[in-house]
């Protein structure tokens, strides 16, 4: 009895060390900028709240936006499908936000059939290979950039990571929340490729 005891207490300190791990490496990939010059800026999607961005997207629109307009790449692939019961795809409220606010049209695509972060870089990779692009900086929240990256690599596309400068997950509270969703995420994808 005490030899299982020893062992079920050593098992619980590898998972509790491996989990520290992953959360750490998490959080230190995000917090770099790895933007290059590339074919073209994924945006990787989030809510929309009817015809406008929700603040996270429009985190992450705002930050392309400002990499298209330094030219680190000249189109910008807007990605996310429609929401439960949403009449406006999350590409479509993203490119129309963006073409507000100085993108070009003829430098926007857009996707609008995934719901995930796989789907979303499966639709990019589709977009990208019609358009003979063949680099591309994925841009996220800092926290979901490394499962990206991952993602990004396993289905071929040569991409970089840049996080939004600023997140709508500020305080503690929101970040530790989040932190423990992508260490959740991350072992799923693993596991399922989903």
Not at 37 to 61: F, Q, T, W
Not at 110 to 128: C, F, P
Not at 132 to 145: C, F, K, N, Q, V
Request: charged letters at 20%; proline letters at 4%; one cysteine or more.
């Amino acid at each position: 009895m005490m030899r299982i005891r020893k062992t079920l207490l050593w098992l619980f300190i590898a998972f509790s060390i491996w989990l520290f791990f992953i959360a750490a490496s998490i959080w230190h990939y995000g917090s770099k900028d790895y933007a290059q010059n590339s074919d073209c800026i994924i945006v990787l999607g989030a809510a929309a709240y009817h015809k406008s961005p929700s603040p996270v997207l429009k985190e992450r629109i705002d930050h392309a936006i400002t990499l298209y307009q330094q030219g680190l790449a000249p189109t910008v692939i807007f990605t996310g499908g429609f929401g439960t019961g949403a009449p406006y795809s999350e590409s479509d409220v993203a490119a129309k936000y963006a073409l507000r606010n100085g993108i070009k049209v003829v430098d926007v695509l857009t996707e609008d059939s995934s719901r995930s972060t796989v789907d979303n870089l499966v639709e990019a990779k589709k977009l990208m290979a019609s358009n003979g692009l063949t680099t591309a900086i994925i841009i996220s929240d800092p926290l979901h950039l490394k499962r990206a990256s991952i993602i990004a690599n396993n289905l071929g596309i040569t991409a970089v990571t840049s996080p939004t400068p600023t997140s709508r997950y500020r305080t503690f509270k929101s970040q530790f929340k989040f932190l423990i969703r992508e260490v959740y995420f991350y072992h799923y994808y693993l596991f399922t490729h989903k």
